[in-house]
């Protein structure tokens, strides 16, 4: 049994009344600043102190 082809009607934006005109502008475009290096630590209880000390997170 063959499927029934429909036709496709298309349809302007202007024939819908619908302004498709821009309405922002782009005013500057620039790229975000680098981040710098991350650190490690050796282990846990460093992580922690600083965490609480720098950071002050914790």
Known sequence: MK?????L????PA????DVAPRLKTLKVSEPPKRSAGITVPDV?????K???EAKVL
């Open 51 to 53: 965490l609480k000390t």
């Open 9 to 12: 009607t298309t349809v302007k």
């Open 15 to 18: 024939d819908l009344g619908v």
């Open 45 to 49: 209880k460093t992580l922690v102190e």
């Open 3 to 7: 499927a029934k082809k429909k036709p």
